[in-house]
């Protein structure tokens, strides 16, 4: 076992090197040495261990990776976009760590999509809206969409024809959508394809079918189409009012959330100068009052020791709006005037000496 566990370590380690990719451990307990994978070979049994949450970042310093280890609550992977911003998690139901949660998120870091097991047990698929899609039968540049139909309930449906022997006929459902129905909570529509009738009448419903008869006892032989929903059987319950969080994702901690906590939590750049205790020296705050149309304080934190620092804000596409040196040590707020900023969210962060801050959002709005 040992040998084998030896072998998994250097094919790790060569990985490491084709990948050319540099990890980092934002807490305390070690800096990794290997690019690809922090790795600790120092217990007898050559364990593969991560001992405390890894980052990978680009050449600016911001996150691109954060994977949390084992044992902080949130154990996950998240994916950033642009200026740290998360764009997708891997984590699991708020309310059952147990359960797997993929959550994807927009630009301003608001969760709009996902799956996930719920409490339940039961896989869970949702957003703003959903597709199917196909290529385009005779333009090969070209897609067809077509999004489901939705409604306030778990259903199923099946649809055909039939036709009236002498007035009447019993319908019957395929054997596949008897299994998935509750038949008692369904909807049977039916359209003549006669027009000397006065119409058809549903008289039975059943778990195999339906039975239709025609008005005033009329003994037509004629054809119709027919519609059936119904809802899918164990999922009567299907809840449509629910509270906001209760089924979101663990959210884990991204660089932005720890040093709302005070935490330590860092994003490292791959350039080894810019140190963990290097960011100690800097601290960025929210800005207020937020939102707002006219103007915005932004409270920051820059070290003695620091020679130059800049607040930059971008847009939310990533285009540079303004910077704005820093002249103050210490406690001190930069004021941002916003006449000339298009209403919707903006993105901030401090730069010092080749070390890089987490973003912050900033909405320009109604006050």
């Given at each position: 076992?040992?040998?084998?566990?030896?072998?998994?370590?250097?094919?790790?380690?060569?990985?490491?090197?084709?990948?050319?990719?540099?990890?980092?451990?934002?807490?305390?307990?070690?800096?990794?040495?290997?690019d690809f994978l922090?790795?600790?070979?120092?217990?007898?049994?050559?364990?593969?261990?991560?001992?405390?949450?890894?980052?990978?970042?680009?050449d600016n310093g911001?996150?691109?990776?954060?994977?949390?280890?084992?044992?902080?609550?949130?154990?996950?992977?998240?994916?950033?976009?642009?200026?740290?911003?998360?764009?997708?998690?891997?984590?699991?139901?708020?309310?059952?760590?147990?359960?797997?949660?993929?959550?994807?998120?927009?630009?301003?870091?608001?969760?709009?999509?996902?799956?996930?097991?719920?409490?339940?047990?039961?896989?869970?698929?949702?957003?703003?809206?959903?597709?199917?899609?196909?290529?385009?039968?005779?333009?090969?540049?070209?897609e067809i969409w077509?999004?489901?139909?939705?409604?306030?309930?778990?259903?199923?449906?099946?649809?055909?024809?039939?036709?009236?022997?002498?007035?009447?006929?019993?319908?019957?459902?395929?054997?596949?959508?008897?299994?998935?129905?509750?038949?008692?909570?369904?909807?049977?529509?039916?359209?003549?394809?006669?027009?000397?009738?006065?119409?058809?009448?549903?008289?039975?419903?059943?778990?195999?079918?339906?039975?239709?008869?025609?008005?005033?006892?009329?003994?037509?032989?004629?054809?119709?189409?027919?519609?059936?929903?119904?809802?899918?059987?164990?999922?009567?319950?299907?809840?449509?009012?629910?509270?906001?969080?209760?089924?979101?994702?663990?959210?884990?901690?991204?660089?932005?959330?720890?040093?709302?906590?005070?935490?330590?939590?860092?994003?490292?750049?791959?350039?080894?100068?810019?140190?963990?205790?290097?960011?100690?020296?800097?601290?960025?705050?929210?800005?207020?009052?937020?939102?707002?149309?006219?103007?915005?304080?932004?409270?920051?934190?820059?070290?003695?020791?620091?020679?130059?620092?800049?607040?930059?804000?971008?847009?939310?596409?990533?285009?540079?709006?303004?910077?704005?040196?820093?002249?103050?040590?210490?406690?001190?707020?930069?004021?941002?005037?916003?006449?000339?900023?298009?209403?919707?969210?903006?993105?901030?962060?401090?730069?010092?000496?080749?070390?890089?801050?987490?973003?912050?959002?900033?909405?320009?709005?109604?006050?």
């Amino acid at each position: 076992m040992k040998i084998l566990n030896l072998f998994l370590t250097l094919v790790l380690v060569s990985l490491s090197t084709l990948l050319s990719a540099q990890f980092y451990t934002n807490g305390s307990n070690r800096l990794y040495t290997y690019d690809f994978l922090g790795i600790d070979v120092s217990s007898p049994n050559y364990d593969l261990e991560v001992k405390s949450n890894i980052a990978s970042v680009n050449d600016n310093g911001y996150l691109r990776t954060l994977i949390n280890a084992p044992g902080d609550g949130a154990t996950g992977i998240m994916t950033t976009y642009g200026y740290g911003r998360r764009n997708v998690r891997i984590s699991a139901l708020s309310s059952n760590a147990g359960n797997g949660y993929v959550a994807v998120y927009d630009n301003a870091e608001t969760n709009q999509a996902g799956i996930y097991v719920n409490s339940s047990g039961r896989g869970v698929i949702y957003g703003d809206i959903k597709n199917f899609r196909m290529d385009h039968p005779t333009k090969t540049d070209q897609e067809i969409w077509y999004a489901s139909l939705e409604g306030p309930e778990a259903a199923a449906y099946e649809r055909g024809q039939a036709t009236l022997v002498n007035g009447e006929i019993f319908v019957e459902f395929s054997e596949h959508f008897q299994l998935v129905i509750n038949a008692n909570d369904m909807t049977v529509m039916t359209t003549p394809n006669d027009a000397d009738t006065y119409g058809l009448a549903v008289v039975e419903k059943t778990t195999r079918g339906f039975k239709v008869k025609e008005l005033k006892n009329g003994t037509g032989n004629f054809s119709f189409d027919w519609e059936v929903k119904a809802v899918r059987k164990g999922y009567e319950d299907f809840q449509v009012i629910r509270e906001k969080n209760a089924e979101r994702p663990i959210e884990g901690s991204s660089d932005k959330e720890e040093e709302d906590k005070g935490g330590n939590g860092k994003s490292l750049g791959i350039n080894q100068t810019k140190s963990p205790a290097s960011l100690t020296n800097l601290r960025l705050s929210q800005n207020y009052p937020n939102p707002s149309a006219k103007f915005t304080s932004i409270p920051v934190f820059v070290a003695n020791d620091i020679q130059n620092a800049v607040l930059n804000i971008y847009s939310a596409s990533g285009k540079l709006m303004e910077s704005i040196g820093v002249l103050d040590r210490g406690e001190s707020e930069i004021g941002v005037s916003l006449m000339n900023y298009a209403s919707g969210n903006y993105y901030y962060s401090l730069e010092a000496d080749g070390v890089i801050t987490k973003t912050r959002t900033l909405t320009v709005g109604e006050q």
